[in-house]
């Protein structure tokens, strides 16, 4: 990938920068874009570890009409996937690798738009109490997914939203309007309720993160322990229940993706994916 950086780079052969506030211009950028994405897909295929397992085949097109249509909307980016299969990795190299190219960026995770659970564990006198009684806490049903949609559209637009914070230490407390979150030009969401009904078509570019289960338990486990302080038997008890609600709520999410990543790939080839599409989008002759 770094050949094709180096190749735009010092390429002679440019084409004029298009003016991006007529039609013209911003259609230029996208048959321009759907030329160099196809490169991409093609060398990508040809890596001995590809990060590319699925395309939707349709993306191309429908992504560069929608930049040529409401060039002024934010672009909406969804990550998703099973727990452990490294979403928030990528969510934040991606973050990490777009503010190193000077583009602003915004970063909101759904797990904040967990419900509000605290009086219901404290009725059951423990969080483990209340999910073996029955409470799916994965489901659909236990996000703010209305309040998600709204903050979304209005990310979109380009307004400032105030986001929910879930506190993960087993209270099951939310705090409503906790975090500022601004709209910038890319805004990424990650988190399993990225592609449930209703939020998932209001994102403009949907990826979803497969890793292979034994590196998801290795990884949850390793995270559940050293980090959360968890015991090993009430690890692999919840990690049991991701494995039935993966199986349940999020794989069929799979099909919803533009593009399915593999979760276990080269951070570094990733980064140079994400470089060499700010070069093609960046690097005109005045």
């Known amino acids: 990938m770094q050949l094709l950086i180096d190749k735009e780079l010092n390429s002679e052969d440019k084409i004029l920068k298009p003016d991006f ?17 196809k490169q991409i897909l093609a060398y990508d295929k040809r890596c001995n570890a590809p990060i590319f397992k699925v395309v939707n085949p349709t993306f191309i097109s429908r992504f560069t009409k929608r930049l040529i249509n409401n060039p002024s909307k934010r672009l909406l980016v969804g990550i998703t996937g099973e ?26 995770s ?43 559209e209005s990310l979109s637009m380009g307004e400032t939203i105030f986001a929910p914070k ?25 988190g399993i309720a990225t592609m449930y009904e209703d ?12 890793t292979d289960n034994d590196i998801r338990r290795e990884r949850f ?6 980090e959360r302080n968890q015991d090993e038997e ?13 199986e349940k ?25 994400l470089e060499y599409i700010y070069t093609i989008t960046n690097n005109f002759q005045s």
């Open 21 to 37: 506030n007529s039609k013209t211009g911003r259609e230029l950028l996208a048959f321009y874009l759907q030329a160099k994405f």
């Open 221 to 226: 486990i390793k995270r559940a322990i050293s």
């Open 234 to 246: 009430n690890t692999l008890k919840h990690w049991n229940y991701l494995i039935s609600a993966g």
């Open 249 to 273: 709520y999020v794989i069929p999410c799979r099909e919803y993706a533009d593009f399915v990543l593999e979760g276990n790939s080269d951070l570094g080839y990733f980064d140079q994916i």
């Open 83 to 108: 727990s452990a299969s490294g979403k928030s990795t990528i969510c934040k190299e991606i973050k990490h690798i777009i503010e190193q190219l000077s583009m602003p960026v915004s970063v909101l």
């Open 166 to 190: 879930y506190v993960p230490n087993g209270t099951g407390v939310s705090i409503p309007h906790a975090q500022e979150v601004n709209s910038n030009k890319i805004v990424v969401v990650e």
């Open 199 to 210: 939020v998932k078509d209001l994102f403009d570019v949907r990826i979803y993160i497969e």
């Open 110 to 152: 759904t797990d904040n738009y967990f419900n509000d659970i605290s009086e219901l564990i404290k009725k059951y006198g423990s969080f483990d109490n209340l999910t073996d009684n029955g409470y799916d806490v994965d489901a659909p049903s236990s996000f703010q997914l209305e309040l998600l949609k709204k903050d979304l």
